[in-house]
């Protein structure tokens, strides 16, 4: 679906452990590892100067595995771009510029906008070889409106990029030397875009024509969404608890959604006074609920 003044509304189908990454929350240049924030934190390589970075536990191309790994963004100087990688392989902390950055988009985005960029990253990888990237990213400006996702509304716009890539790899570790290249499968992303974070509200990819990735913001971590952890009002009884409970000192009817520790979604409450709550049907373990009083979200965690 695409044009202007769309509604998407995504349903909790997929948002799924199956599919979903979780929401991963941005954090600053100066958060992550020392090793690599010179590369990233530098006000006199504008191209690479990054304002934020989030991790990925590790990822895996051909036969190289990076741990720990933390991807660069910029997101100012008319661009929002990707500018580099930082990882462990091996035990050992390698980072690397894009050269030129992956411009996912340029700023300031509208509807209708359209734009390409070429973009190549090389890690030199002592005792082993190098792993290198190159890319082509397309990406239009497709449609703009608003998306209802996680019990919100957001203004968002929506990307779609296609990214053509080809991975290389070249290791001594197999006597005399290899090296190889291999053309990875034509990637699809949707993104859709809100001012409220730096990173999409909702993006979606697919490969080779299967969806490998949901991915939301860290929505449900945002205290300005989230108004009371610390101190709330509301309170859970009994807790823990076996079959029933009930939620007290709620200020208006109010819904509930419960998650599990995977973060599926597993029960619903539209209208909620106070009653009883019969849980019997939930399995033993630790359960967050999310309560909506009107705009007010609460989270409160339940042991059963």
Same mark, same amino acid.
């Given at each position: 679906?695409?044009?202007?003044?769309?509604? =998407?509304?995504?349903?909790?189908? +997929?948002?799924?452990?199956?599919?979903?990454?979780?929401?991963?929350?941005?954090?600053?240049?100066?958060?992550? @590892?020392?090793?690599?924030?010179?590369?990233?934190?530098?006000? /006199?390589?504008?191209?690479?100067?990054? $304002?934020?970075?989030?991790?990925?536990?590790?990822?895996?191309?051909?036969?190289?595995?990076?741990? %720990?790994?933390?991807?660069?963004?910029?997101?100012?100087?008319?661009?929002?771009?990707?500018?580099?990688?930082?990882?462990?392989?091996?035990?050992?902390?390698? !980072?690397?510029?894009?050269?030129? @950055?992956?411009?996912?988009? $340029? +700023?300031?985005?509208?509807?209708?906008?359209?734009?390409?960029?070429?973009?190549?990253?090389? /890690?030199?990888?002592?005792?082993?070889?190098?792993?290198?990237?190159?890319?082509? &990213?397309?990406?239009?400006? $497709?449609? =703009?409106?608003?998306?209802? *996702? =996680? %019990? +919100?509304?957001?203004?968002?716009?929506?990307?779609?990029?296609?990214?053509?890539?080809?991975?290389?790899?070249?290791?001594?570790?197999?006597?005399?030397?290899?090296?190889?290249?291999?053309? &990875?499968?034509?990637?699809?992303?949707?993104?859709?875009?809100?001012?409220?974070?730096?990173?999409?509200? +909702?993006?979606?990819?697919?490969?080779?024509?299967?969806?490998?990735?949901?991915?939301?913001?860290? *929505?449900?971590?945002? @205290?300005? #969404?989230?108004?009371?952890? !610390?101190?709330? &009002?509301?309170?859970?009884?009994?807790?823990?608890?076996?079959?029933?409970?009930?939620?007290?000192?709620?200020?208006?009817?109010?819904?509930?959604? /419960?998650?599990?520790?995977?973060?599926?979604?597993?029960?619903?409450?539209?209208?909620?006074?106070?009653?009883?709550?019969?849980?019997?049907?939930?399995?033993?373990?630790?359960?967050?609920?999310?309560? &909506?009083?009107?705009?007010?979200?609460?989270? #409160?965690?339940?042991?059963?």
């Amino acid at each position: 679906m695409t044009g202007a003044n769309l509604t =998407w509304n995504v349903g909790f189908d +997929l948002l799924q452990p199956g599919n979903l990454n979780a929401g991963i929350p941005c954090v600053d240049v100066d958060d992550t @590892p020392i090793a690599y924030q010179f590369m990233f934190n530098n006000p /006199f390589d504008p191209d690479h100067n990054s $304002d934020f970075a989030y991790g990925v536990d590790q990822a895996a191309v051909a036969t190289i595995t990076f741990e %720990d790994a933390y991807q660069y963004f910029k997101n100012s100087g008319n661009v929002y771009a990707m500018t580099g990688m930082g990882a462990s392989v091996n035990g050992l902390p390698l !980072a690397a510029h894009m050269n030129d @950055p992956d411009v996912i988009y $340029d +700023l300031p985005l509208t509807f209708n906008t359209n734009g390409s960029s070429t973009s190549e990253m090389q /890690f030199d990888i002592p005792s082993v070889g190098f792993y290198g990237l190159q890319q082509q &990213r397309d990406y239009v400006c $497709d449609g =703009w409106g608003t998306i209802n *996702i =996680w %019990d +919100l509304t957001f203004d968002v716009v929506r990307v779609r990029s296609v990214v053509n890539a080809t991975d290389s790899v070249y290791t001594e570790l197999f006597g005399g030397g290899i090296g190889f290249s291999f053309p &990875r499968p034509e990637s699809i992303t949707y993104e859709w875009i809100s001012t409220a974070y730096n990173v999409p509200i +909702l993006k979606v990819v697919s490969n080779g024509g299967f969806v490998t990735q949901v991915q939301t913001a860290d *929505i449900y971590n945002d @205290p300005s #969404l989230i108004r009371e952890t !610390a101190n709330q &009002r509301l309170n859970i009884f009994p807790n823990p608890t076996s079959d029933v409970c009930r939620i007290n000192g709620l200020n208006q009817q109010a819904s509930l959604s /419960f998650y599990d520790a995977t973060g599926k979604l597993v029960k619903q409450v539209t209208s909620y006074n106070g009653e009883t709550l019969d849980i019997s049907n939930l399995n033993t373990g630790i359960y967050q609920i999310v309560v &909506r009083e009107g705009e007010v979200f609460t989270s #409160l965690q339940l042991l059963r």
